[in-house]
T-cell receptor
């Protein structure tokens, strides 16, 4: 099946720890994106990558880091510098000339 | 930066009713997208609009790309219980550019 997968679905972390969220797509999409969603809010862009080995900061990049070593994968690391990391994290991908399609999301809770 | 105002923020529906929501921007977009998100899931693309004045349908859903390029409308006809969820509009300046999301319209069932 083609699609975007995110793992895990639920993630718990102790305060002060870094944690990495996985996003994989087998759609052969060029671009990948990470969004953060807080309860009752819209989506805010964290980082995006339009091509392998290149990525740009979105609107709320502070406290996050990414890598794009493979076309299929765009992992997001939530660092201890992120002041309020508890949120729902959504990954998306697109062809360079097409609309974005979203994964199922990872809910991160900091204990 | 660009902002999208989506209204209403929430609405109650009764089965069989028609539902309307809209999105307005402080500046123009060249693509408008409408997504639906169920609780705990990623947004699913409903309709994509690429041309000012365009009217596009997807089953009981109809969306329009405003002639000024600064607004878009989504209508749901003859609503059913599974229409409950959060509907997001998103604007894009050009293919491959990042999306700007509205705050969402939460559709609920009348008690």
């Amino acid at each position: 099946d083609g699609g975007i997968t995110q793992s895990p679905k639920y993630l718990f972390r102790k305060e002060g720890q870094n944690v990495t969220l996985s996003c994989e797509q087998n759609l052969n999409h060029d671009a990948m994106y990470w969004y953060r969603q807080d309860p009752g809010q819209g989506l805010r862009l964290i980082y995006y990558s339009q091509i392998v080995n290149d990525f740009q900061k979105g609107d709320i990049a502070e406290g996050y880091s990414v890598s794009r070593e493979k076309k299929e994968s765009f992992p997001l690391t939530v660092t201890s510098a992120q002041k309020n990391p508890t949120a729902f994290y959504l990954c998306a991908s697109s062809l360079s000339t097409d609309t974005q399609y979203f994964g199922p999301g990872t809910r991160l809770t900091v204990l | 930066g660009q902002q999208l105002n989506q209204s209403p923020q929430s609405m109650f529906i009764q089965e069989g009713e028609d539902v309307s929501m809209n999105c307005t921007s402080s500046s123009i977009f060249n693509t408008w997208l409408w997504y639906k998100q169920d609780p705990g899931e990623g947004p699913v693309l409903l309709i994509a609009l690429y041309k000012a004045g365009e009217l596009t349908s997807n089953g009981r859903l109809t969306a329009q790309f405003g002639i000024t390029r600064k607004d878009s409308f989504l209508n749901i006809s003859a609503s059913i219980p599974s229409d409950v969820g959060i509907y997001f509009c998103a604007g894009q300046l050009a293919a491959g550019n990042k999306l700007t999301f509205g705050g969402g319209t939460r559709v609920l069932v009348k008690p």
